[in-house]
C-alpha cells in the first residue's frame, strides 16, 4: 500500500494536470463551434462502427444527459444513431430489449485519462506520457504514443466509459496535444480516433513544471507565467510569418496557432484558484479561451468567474492532500462550479486514472451528496450532466455524444440499477449501436496483450 | 445470561451515577452474525454495556434517537492518517525512517489534529492501523491509535512488522528468499548468544552497496516475528510468489499476513489451508505490473469462498487522505457478489481480529463504544455519517472541507477573507 501510494503520488507528479481551453464562449446549446479535421491532417480518424442492429429498449428508466431523468422510458437507435427516446414508441419489427427496472445513460465520457500513454503494466518501457525534456512541447501528440494493446481500455467500457480523452502529462507548460478516442479496441490509433473530434492543448501550472525544470527553468510559477507569454508571443511571430511564407512548417508554432485560430482546444491543469484567473487573463491578452480546467481542487473559489467565462471545470469529487496545491480540498467542489450563477456552471468528474475511471457513476454520486450535504438542491439528472454532456461539452464533441438525443451516436449503457448506487453495474454498453460490452456473456473486447499472457481468466 | 447483565446493570445504576451514559435508541444496530438489527446500544465509560432489543432511558445524559439510522463500529483503516498532511511535502511526512526499518513504529508522531484526521472521523473512521514507510529492507512496525479529538489517544502495539517480496526489490526472488533465510537465521543466533545481543549497538551492513542497515532496534523487531508476537505482514501480488512466503513462513515457523495480493486468487485455496489472512483493496483490478496480470475485481468473491478472512483498505485516487473509502472498495466488493455482512466485517472486526487489536471493531458488550451512525447504508456513497463516538464520547465532526464549503457559499456578501472561520 506504501509502494502503491507512492506510485500514485508520482503519477499524480508526472501526469496529473489537464487543461482545457476554451472555444466555448457561454453559448447557448447546439451553437458549438463544429471542428473540422484540418488539425489531424493525415493522421484523421479511420473510425468505423462495429456492426450494429436496430433496437428498441422498452420500459427503463432513462436519464437523458441533458439534466432529465424519465421512468418508463424507451431508447431507439438504428445505423449507429439514436433514433427517438420517449414512451411507448412505435417501431417496426426490430430488436428490443426490455428495460424493466433497469436504468439507461448516454455512454460516460471521460475527459481526462492517460490510458494508452501510460498503459498497464506500468513498466519504463512503455511510459509514454510526458516529453519531460522540455517546458514546451506543444509539438508532441499524445495520439503518437497511445499504445492500442493497453488492456485497460475494456475495464473502462465495463464501467460504461465510450469515449474519453487522452492527454499528455502535466511535466510541461505545454504537453502537447490529446486526443479524443472512442473505447473501441483497434490495431491502430487512428481508428480509434473519434471522428472529427478537434485536438486539445495540455497545458499545467503550478508545482509540476516549476518542479520538473528547477534547475533550469521555469523554477517558479512566475516563470511558468513567463514562459507561457514567450510561447503564445512566439505563435502569433508564426502566424504572421504564415502570411508572408504559408509554406513554413513549425510543429510547435502549428499546435499553438491552432489554438489562437479556435481549432485546437485548451485544456488546463491547474489546482489553485489564483492560477485559474491568471491563465483566463493569458487567454484574453492572447485571443482564446480556455476549454477546461482539469484538477481544479480550488475552482470552488472562482466558481463564479468560471461560470461567466463559459470555462469548464473537470474535478475529482474527492482527490486532496498529494501536493500543497491540492490542500484546499471541499467534496462540494463539482457542486459548487456546477450551481454558480445560477445553475450555469460547467462541471465534469474525470478520472486522470485508469482505476477511477471505471466509476465515475460512483465518483458523481459523492460529489452529488456533498453538494446536497452543502445546501443545493441538484437532482440525479443534473448530476448525470457531469459525466456525459459536460465533459461532451469540453472536447467539443457534444452535437455527436453525451446527451440522448435524436440523431446523436448511440453511445449508451444500460445499468442494472440507479448508477448512483453502489451496487450498480453497466450490463450492456453500445457504441453507436454497436454491442461494446454485454456483462451477462462476458462479451467484451480483448487486446492483443490479454492473450495468453493470463493463466486465469475471468468468469 | 441476559438476566445477569440486566441485574449487573440494575446494580450498576443503584450504585453509580448515570450522568455520563449514553443510550442509542431504535437505531439499525451492526450484530457479528446478524447484520443490522433493531437494537438499543447502552454506553457507560467508553464502553458498550449493553446490546439489546429495548433498554429504556436508564437515567442517562445522552439520548441519542437513531430510528431509521444504520449504527456500526467505526471504521478501522490501514493508513498513514495523522503521519502525513501533504503528501509532496516531505517535511509533513513521518510516516517514514532512513535510519530504522524493521524497528521503526511510527505510532509516536501520529498528529491527532490532521485536518485528515478530521476528515476521515467525520466519514465514521474511529482508529487507524498506521501503515509505516521505511525506506530500508522492511517497511516497519504497524501501529494502531484511535482517532478521537484531542490530545489523548488510546494507541496499541505493535501489530506486526511489514516488509515485501517480488518485483518490488531490484535482486532475483530467489536471492531476497535466501536474505530472508539469513536474515532470520542471524537474528535467531543473536537472541541466542545473550551477550553479543544485549551489547551490541553495531550496524550491519547488507547488500551490494551496504544499502540494508540492520540496527538492535531492527533486529528486536525481527525477534517478536520469530517468537511469534506479531506476524510478518507481507506486501506481495503475484501467486506463485504468495506461494513462496507461505513456505517460507511455514519453515520459519512465524505468523503470516499477506498485503495487496492481486493474485491471491489464484491461490486461495493454499493460503486458507495454510490459516494466512489477506489485507486488500478489492478496487485493485488493473494488472499493473508483471506481478499482478491477473488482478481481477474477482479476488475477493474467490478469497471468501475458500475461506480466507480478509480486510480492505482503499488504495485508490488520494488513498490515506481518504482512507474512509475503504467503504467504497467493501461496496463495491459486495457488487461484485461478497456477502454484505461479510463486507462490513472486512472493514471493522477483522482488521480487528487478524492483528489481536483489543476491545475494538464489534458492536458487542465489553467492546470500546467507537462507532458511527449512518442515515443509510454505510456502504452507499451517497449515505452520510450523523455521530460519531470514540470511546463513548461524542466527537465533534467538523472539519476544514466543510469550513471551506460554508465559507464559498455563506455571507457571500462580505469579501472572502472575512466571512467565517
Known amino acids: 500500500m506504501i509502494r502503491k501510494s507512492i506510485l500514485i503520488l508520482l503519477a499524480i507528479f508526472l501526469f496529473g494536470c489537464t487543461e482545457q481551453s476554451g472555444i466555448f464562449t457561454p453559448e447557448p446549446e447546439g451553437s458549438i463551434t463544429k471542428f473540422s479535421d484540418d488539425t489531424h491532417g493525415t493522421y484523421a480518424s479511420t473510425y468505423e462502427p462495429l456492426p450494429s442492429e436496430e433496437t428498441v429498449i422498452r420500459n427503463a428508466t432513462v436519464f437523458d444527459g441533458n439534466g432529465n431523468k424519465f421512468q418508463n422510458y424507451d431508447v431507439h437507435f438504428a445505423n449507429g444513431e439514436i433514433k427517438e427516446v420517449g414512451r411507448d414508441l412505435i417501431v417496426g419489427d426490430i430488436k428490443e430489449i426490455d428495460g424493466t427496472g433497469k436504468f439507461v445513460t448516454p455512454g460516460i465520457i471521460d475527459n481526462h485519462s492517460h490510458m494508452g500513454v501510460y498503459p498497464a503494466p506500468g513498466v519504463r518501457t512503455s511510459s509514454d506520457g510526458n516529453e519531460a525534456t522540455s517546458p514546451v512541447t506543444a509539438e508532441v501528440w499524445a495520439e503518437h504514443s497511445v499504445w492500442v494493446q493497453d488492456p485497460q481500455y475494456k475495464l473502462a467500457l465495463a464501467g460504461g466509459i465510450t469515449t474519453f480523452h487522452v492527454l499528455p502529462g502535466s511535466a510541461n507548460l505545454f504537453g502537447g496535444r490529446g486526443v479524443t478516442l472512442k473505447n473501441i479496441s483497434a490495431n491502430t490509433v487512428p481508428e480509434m480516433k473519434f471522428p472529427g473530434a478537434p485536438h486539445s492543448l495540455k497545458m499545467a501550472c503550478g508545482e509540476n513544471p516549476k518542479r520538473v525544470y528547477s534547475s533550469r527553468g521555469p523554477s517558479t510559477r512566475m516563470g511558468n507565467v513567463a514562459g507561457y507569454r514567450k510561447a503564445w508571443i512566439g505563435a502569433e511571430n508564426h502566424r504572421e510569418r504564415l502570411e508572408r511564407d504559408p509554406s513554413h512548417r513549425d510543429l510547435q508554432n502549428e499546435t499553438l496557432v491552432g489554438v489562437l485560430d479556435g481549432e485546437i482546444l485548451v485544456h488546463n491543469h491547474c489546482y489553485r484558484a489564483d492560477e485559474m484567473a491568471t491563465m483566463i487573463n493569458i487567454g484574453e491578452e492572447f485571443g482564446y479561451k480556455v476549454s477546461t480546467f482539469h484538477h481544479g481542487v480550488e475552482a470552488y473559489k472562482v466558481a463564479d468567474l468560471l461560470a461567466d467565462e463559459g470555462v469548464c471545470a473537470a474535478l475529482w469529487a474527492d482527490w486532496w492532500g498529494f501536493k500543497h496545491e491540492a490542500y484546499d480540498m471541499t467534496i462540494a467542489n463539482i457542486a459548487i462550479v456546477d450551481q454558480a450563477r445560477d445553475g450555469t456552471g460547467c462541471a465534469i468528474v474525470h478520472s486522470d486514472s485508469a482505476s477511477g475511471i471505471q466509476r465515475l457513476n460512483q465518483e458523481a454520486a459523492k460529489a452529488l451528496a456533498a453538494g446536497r450535504k452543502a445546501g443545493f438542491d441538484i437532482s440525479e439528472g443534473r448530476a448525470m450532466t457531469w459525466i456525459t454532456k459536460n465533459p461532451a461539452k469540453s472536447l467539443g464533441i457534444l452535437d455527436q455524444t453525451g446527451t440522448l438525443e435524436q440523431g446523436k451516436d448511440a453511445d449508451i449503457v444500460i445499468w442494472s440499477g440507479n448508477p448512483f448506487s453502489i451496487y450498480s453495474k453497466a450490463e450492456k454498453v453500445f457504441i453507436d449501436g454497436a454491442l461494446a460490452f454485454d456483462k451477462a456473456t462476458n462479451f467484451m473486447p480483448h487486446t492483443d496483450f490479454d492473450i495468453g499472457v493470463k493463466e486465469w481468466e475471468d468468469k | ?421
Open chain 2, 1 to 421: 445470561m441476559k438476566y445477569i447483565k440486566y441485574l449487573l446493570l440494575l446494580s450498576f445504576l443503584v450504585a453509580a451515577d448515570a450522568d455520563d451514559m449514553i443510550v442509542i435508541k431504535n437505531g439499525n444496530v451492526f450484530v457479528d452474525g446478524e447484520g443490522f438489527v433493531k437494537k438499543d446500544i447502552l454506553v457507560d465509560e467508553g464502553k458498550i454495556l449493553l446490546v439489546e432489543d429495548m433498554i429504556g432511558n436508564v437515567g442517562a445524559s445522552t439520548i441519542i434517537n437513531a430510528q431509521g439510522k444504520y449504527v456500526m463500529p467505526g471504521l478501522i483503516v490501514f493508513s498513514q492518517l495523522g503521519l502525513l498532511e501533504i503528501g509532496a511535502l516531505s517535511e509533513t511526512n513521518d510516516s517514514s525512517s532512513d535510519i530504522y526499518n524493521a524497528g521503526f513504529d511510527p505510532t509516536s508522531a501520529y498528529n491527532p489534529f490532521s485536518q485528515a484526521v478530521r476528515l476521515n472521523r467525520s466519514k465514521g473512521v474511529t482508529s487507524t492501523v498506521h501503515v509505516p514507510g521505511a525506506s530500508g529492507y522492511f517497511r516497519g512496525l504497524l501501529g494502531f491509535t484511535k482517532i478521537n479529538d484531542g490530545y489523548k489517544q488510546k494507541k496499541q502495539g505493535p501489530l506486526g512488522l511489514v516488509t515485501r517480496y517480488g518485483q518490488s526489490r531490484n535482486d532475483s526472488r530467489a536471492a531476497e528468499l535466501m536474505f530472508m533465510e539469513d536474515l532470520f537465521a542471524l537474528t535467531r543466533g543473536r537472541a541466542d548468544e545473550k551477550k553479543g545481543y544485549e551489547s551490541d549497538n553495531i550496524q550491519f551492513f547488507f547488500g551490494t552497496n551496504n544499502e540494508y542497515k540492520f540496527t538492535k532496534r531492527d533486529f528486536d523487531a525481527i525477534s517478536k516475528v520469530l517468537n511469534k508476537e506479531i506476524p510478518l505482514v507481507v506486501e506481495v501480488n503475484k501467486a506463485t510468489d504468495i506461494l513462496n512466503v507461505i513456505k517460507f513462513g511455514q519453515t520459519q515457523n512465524i505468523d503470516l499476513v499477506l498485503w495487496g495480493a492481486h493474485e491471491a486468487h489464484m491461490v486461495a485455496d493454499e493460503i486458507a489451508r495454510a490459516g494466512i489472512s489477506v489485507v486488500l483493496d478489492p478496487l485493485d483490478n488493473i494488472p499493473g505490473s508483471f506481478d499482478s496480470l491477473n488482478a481481477t475485481y474477482e479476488n475477493v468473491t474467490r478469497l471468501d469462498d475458500a475461506g480466507v478472512e480478509m480486510a480492505f483498505y482503499y488504495s485508490q485516487g488520494a488513498g490515506s487522505h481518504n482512507a474512509y473509502l475503504a467503504h467504497q472498495s467493501a461496496g463495491n466488493a459486495v457488487a461484485m457478489g461478497l456477502d454484505y455482512n461479510e463486507a462490513i466485517r472486512a472493514i471493522t472486526s477483522n482488521p480487528a481480529s487478524i492483528f489481536g487489536l483489543v476491545d475494538v471493531g464489534s458492536v458487542a458488550p465489553g467492546y470500546d463504544a467507537d462507532l458511527a451512525i449512518w442515515d443509510g447504508d454505510p456502504l452507499e456513497l451517497m449515505s452520510n455519517v450523523e455521530t460519531v463516538l470514540i470511546d463513548g464520547k461524542v466527537e465533534d465532526l467538523s472539519n476544514r472541507y466543510e469550513e471551506l464549503t460554508k465559507r464559498y457559499t455563506e455571507d457571500r456578501d462580505k469579501p472572502n477573507s472575512y466571512r467565517s472561520r
